[in-house]
């Protein structure tokens, strides 16, 4: 589980939920190697049903949002909201699923009515990878998500490129106008989380503030109050005074 951050007061908003096979060795296998073997098995569903429970179990244990990414495959399933509702639907504190903006505007009337469909179950909705789609600025009016997260090669190069940096800030101020929040991805650098706050990007995820942690350790870190799991969100202020 890897938190992300709210800007505004420096706690933790919610983990994003990420799956790691480890095998009776230790030895610990990334999506990169079984994804595509998994959503392509007969074993994609049993692993749907077991990470929306999943999800719903640690929800109400920390009472906290946590979101899940799903495949273009699993959103296109008829049985895909059915399973949602029997896991997610009325949780103490809303759950967030993550699709892609390609997923999304690859057809904008399916996706609106399942966005609605979990909407009324109490879901929210995170873009992933918001910025990477052919025609990203120009679907935002036909997006209804509640944060869009801005990828991390945009993250990475605007520390050095102008026109990088131009368009993470064009993309925070359209969903503020639009009303979506902004959670930026892969924030690795002082100079990069100072930029984004200056910038007015809501909520902030990456290796600078919190590598992905197993369960024992979020176990630990809770206890009650996120407290200790936090960052210092007027750090930025001197960057500011002295910037070009």
């Keep these: 589980y890897q938190p992300y951050f709210e800007v505004k ?28 073997f998994l959503e392509n098995s007969v074993y994609l569903k049993d692993f749907e049903e077991w990470a929306l429970k999943e999800i719903s179990e640690k929800i109400k244990k920390w009472q906290i949002p946590i979101s899940i990414n799903i ?9 895909f909201l ?54 990203s ?19 990475k190069a ?22 979506m929040k902004t959670l930026a991805e892969g924030v690795e650098t002082q100079q990069q989380k100072d930029i984004l706050v200056d910038m007015g990007v809501d909520y902030l995820q990456g290796f600078l503030l919190s590598k992905p942690l197993p369960e024992e350790d979020i176990e630990k870190l809770i206890g009650g109050t996120y407290d200790r799991l936090s960052f210092d969100c007027s750090s930025f202020s001197s960057w500011k005074r002295n910037k070009v």
């Design 9 to 36: 007061s420096g706690k933790v908003a919610g983990f994003e939920s990420l799956v790691r096979i480890r095998d009776i060795n230790a030895h610990i296998y990334y999506p990169k190697d079984f994804i595509d």
């Design 137 to 155: 600025l120009s679907s935002l009016k036909d997006i209804d998500a509640d944060i869009l997260k801005i990828d991390m090669s945009f993250i």
């Design 71 to 79: 495949s273009a495959k699993t959103f296109g399933n008829p049985l």
């Design 82 to 135: 059915e399973e949602v509702e029997k896991y997610l639907k009325d949780l103490p504190v809303s759950p967030v699923i993550e699709i892609t903006e390609r997923l999304y505007i690859k057809n904008i009337k399916t996706t609106k009515k399942i966005v609605s469909n979990l909407r009324n179950m109490n879901v929210k909705i995170a873009i992933d990878d918001f910025g990477t789609g052919y025609s």
């Design 158 to 179: 605007m520390v050095n490129d102008k026109k990088s940096r131009a368009l993470v800030k064009t993309i925070i101020s359209l969903a503020q106008a639009l009303g």
